[in-house]
């Protein structure tokens, strides 16, 4: 399997133009996906999404793994 990427601009006319390498045999059956990343968000939700990490019980026990992950490597010092 072989796996390309192209990003791109949808433009006005909501057509894109997928160019294909020549060494890709001609009828040669693919898949095509497409994955629309999600808008940046402002400044005021980014911090909004913080405030609410704080409190979400799922967020904190990945960062008590986390920590407990790195804890043998923060214990060596420099």
Known sequence: MEA???IVRIPRDHELKIRVPNNI???ETVEVIL?????????????NDLKYASKDN???EDMQDILRDFEPVDSEGW
């Not at 994955?35 to 911090?47: D, L, S």
């Open 4 to 6: 390309l990427r192209q």
């Open 25 to 27: 045999p001609e009828n």
């Open 58 to 60: 799922i967020f904190l």
């Open 35 to 47: 994955i629309i990343k999600e808008k940046p968000k402002n400044f005021k939700q980014r911090i």
